[in-house]
């Protein structure tokens, strides 16, 4: 794929094909302007200026493009989508308006996954003048941590497993003079016994580790950014069926999102002392497996007892969240492809949210709006703690009855969040099970940009 920062440059007065904005109001009016030859063309194309729709328009040995819009002058993130998968290569400016929010979508419409064959159908670069300079480097930053977020959950686990994993964030150590601390194998067991346990079973080259990436002024706010990192999930003992196996390698979509946007963090320089944990492991099956009704110990203290082994990404987390409350921050963030219960409850178009504050909920929700990325807030109700019971340890992994699910392993996280800290939780999907526009079919970010918008509020002016 072509530079993503050269899909979007400065407007400099350059050669460009014209797209006009419209909508399906204000179409008609519109129409009048053209000529009787140009409105069949549009007609044959069945082209009435609803949002999404594009046309081609002929005018005298040139052509312009026709886009429509649901409202030109409050562009979304992705009113510009369909124009940039549709139209052919070339070089576009927007008459009597600016892309805005819109040049997320213009970036993310060119993506393309082509790791292990090319993409013949792809169509050459199309690449938006604009105005807006000062905004551009931004666009281009959220664009590719949303390409990251693909990249990686696109990738089978055979080849982003935990050690690739590690790469990707020893990567953001190179880029950003971050430090790193990597505890693997065996080693787990003194201060991440949870880790150890879900990760023992899997061969050698997908040891379990524990990746603790640290970046920042030290006496900045701590910021804490969690990512679930299961690589492959065969649910353990507790197998799943081939069809629930199917997508497993997207079970690591937590920790591409962590290491996304601890990467936006760093590169725009935001006030924190960044703590980066990504718990890493594959959930196989071989002799060493953990089992349902074994007792694990935790880094906290806590026993945890194993009703199934398929909730595993909830105990690696409980060891990263007692690691990061140990730094007493201001604020965590985890993301996990935790249960399925958030995706039955909301789809694939949100992310469910959990907090322990009204006021972070709301900013982070207020973030998501203005972004295009609005999380949905599930609740963590006492009512439900008491499903945790155990008749032998402090605690169950998983609850034996058919409610709450999302919410219930949430309440789960919370016993290993340090008392008062304000903590996020995003239980994400990780995946578009069918394209949108600008939205590739596949592994994808949901909670990421509204993350992203609520930490440059609270914390620099990048």
Same mark, same amino acid.
């Given at each position: $794929?072509?530079?993503?920062?050269?899909?979007?440059?400065?407007?400099?007065?350059?050669?460009?094909?014209?797209?006009?904005?419209?909508?399906?109001?204000?179409?008609?009016?519109?129409?009048?302007?053209?000529?009787?030859?140009?409105?069949?063309?549009?007609?044959?194309?069945?082209?009435?200026?609803?949002?999404?729709?594009?046309?081609?328009?002929?005018?005298?040995?040139? *052509?312009?493009?026709?886009?429509?819009?649901?409202?030109?002058?409050?562009?979304?993130?992705?009113?510009?989508?369909?124009?940039?998968?549709?139209?052919?290569?070339?070089?576009?400016?927007?008459?009597?308006?600016?892309?805005?929010?819109?040049?997320?979508? *213009?970036?993310?419409?060119?993506?393309?996954?082509?790791?292990?064959?090319?993409?013949?159908?792809?169509?050459?670069?199309?690449?938006?003048?604009?105005?807006?300079?000062?905004? %551009?480097?931004?666009?281009?930053?959220?664009?590719?941590?949303?390409?990251?977020?693909?990249?990686?959950?696109?990738?089978?686990?055979?080849? $982003?497993?935990?050690?690739?994993?590690?790469?990707?964030?020893?990567?953001?150590?190179?880029?950003?003079?971050?430090?790193?601390?990597?505890?693997?194998?065996?080693?787990?067991?003194?201060?991440?016994?949870?880790?150890?346990?879900?990760?023992?079973?899997?061969?050698?080259?997908?040891?379990?580790?524990?990746?603790?990436?640290?970046?920042?002024?030290?006496?900045?706010?701590?910021?804490?950014?969690?990512?679930?990192?299961?690589?492959?999930?065969?649910?353990?003992?507790?197998?799943?069926?081939?069809?629930? $196996?199917?997508?497993?390698?997207?079970? $690591?979509?937590?920790?591409?999102?962590?290491?996304?946007?601890?990467?936006?963090?760093?590169?725009?320089?935001?006030?924190?002392? %960044?703590?980066?944990?990504?718990?890493?492991?594959?959930?196989?099956?071989?002799?060493?497996?953990?089992?349902?009704?074994?007792?694990?110990?935790?880094?906290?203290?806590?026993?945890?007892?194993?009703?199934?082994?398929?909730?595993?990404?909830?105990?690696?987390?409980?060891?990263?969240?007692?690691?990061?409350?140990?730094?007493?921050?201001? %604020?965590?963030?985890?993301?996990?492809?935790?249960?399925?219960?958030?995706?039955?409850?909301?789809?694939?178009?949100?992310?469910?949210?959990?907090?322990?504050?009204?006021?972070?909920?709301?900013?982070?929700?207020?973030?998501?709006?203005?972004?295009?990325?609005?999380? *949905?807030?599930?609740?963590?109700?006492?009512?439900?703690?008491?499903? %945790?019971?155990?008749?032998?340890?402090?605690?169950?992994?998983?609850?034996?009855?058919?409610?709450?699910?999302?919410?219930?392993?949430?309440?789960?996280?919370?016993?290993?969040?340090?008392?008062?800290?304000?903590?996020?939780?995003?239980?994400?999907?990780? *995946?578009?099970?069918?394209?949108?526009?600008?939205?590739?079919?596949?592994?994808?970010?949901?909670?990421?940009?509204?993350?992203?918008?609520?930490?440059?509020?609270?914390?620099?002016?990048?």
């Amino acid at each position: $794929m072509t530079d993503i920062n050269d899909l979007i440059q400065p407007d400099h007065g350059q050669d460009a094909t014209a797209i006009h904005l419209t909508t399906a109001g204000a179409y008609e009016e519109f129409a009048k302007t053209l000529s009787a030859g140009q409105r069949s063309s549009l007609a044959a194309q069945k082209f009435e200026g609803n949002a999404g729709q594009v046309g081609i328009v002929p005018d005298g040995d040139k *052509w312009f493009a026709m886009g429509g819009v649901a409202n030109p002058k409050n562009m979304t993130s992705w009113c510009l989508a369909a124009l940039s998968e549709q139209l052919p290569e070339g070089t576009y400016r927007l008459v009597d308006h600016q892309p805005g929010a819109a040049a997320f979508g *213009w970036l993310t419409a060119h993506y393309r996954f082509t790791r292990y064959r090319d993409d013949d159908n792809a169509t050459g670069p199309r690449v938006l003048l604009t105005e807006q300079v000062g905004r %551009l480097p931004g666009y281009i930053a959220e664009a590719e941590a949303e390409m990251l977020v693909r990249d990686l959950v696109n990738t089978p686990a055979e080849d $982003m497993g935990p050690t690739a994993l590690e790469g990707e964030v020893e990567k953001l150590v190179k880029a950003h003079g971050a430090e790193l601390k990597v505890t693997k194998g065996d080693a787990l067991e003194q201060g991440y016994p949870m880790v150890h346990a879900v990760g023992r079973a899997a061969a050698r080259h997908h040891a379990p580790r524990i990746m603790h990436l640290e970046w920042g002024d030290k006496d900045a706010p701590v910021l804490a950014i969690i990512g679930k990192g299961v690589c492959f999930d065969s649910g353990g003992l507790d197998i799943k069926p081939a069809s629930g $196996m199917r997508l497993m390698k997207k079970d $690591m979509g937590g920790a591409a999102h962590a290491i996304a946007l601890a990467g936006l963090v760093m590169s725009a320089g935001l006030k924190v002392r %960044l703590h980066l944990l990504i718990p890493a492991v594959e959930n196989a099956i071989s002799g060493p497996a953990f089992r349902p009704g074994d007792v694990l110990d935790s880094r906290q203290g806590l026993s945890v007892e194993i009703h199934n082994t398929d909730a595993e990404g909830r105990l690696i987390l409980g060891d990263a969240l007692t690691r990061a409350s140990e730094e007493e921050p201001e %604020l965590i963030i985890d993301f996990a492809t935790l249960t399925g219960a958030a995706r039955v409850a909301l789809g694939p178009d949100y992310a469910a949210m959990m907090t322990r504050r009204d006021e972070t909920a709301q900013e982070l929700i207020d973030a998501g709006k203005s972004a295009d990325d609005e999380p *949905w807030r599930l609740p963590l109700p006492d009512a439900y703690r008491e499903y %945790l019971k155990s008749d032998i340890a402090d605690i169950v992994n998983a609850h034996s009855n058919p409610y709450a699910g999302a919410s219930v392993a949430g309440l789960f996280l919370d016993r290993f969040v340090g008392e008062g800290i304000d903590w996020v939780h995003f239980d994400t999907f990780a *995946w578009r099970p069918f394209p949108k526009p600008g939205r590739s079919k596949g592994g994808t970010a949901y909670g990421l940009r509204a993350s992203w918008h609520m930490l440059k509020a609270r914390y620099g002016n990048a």
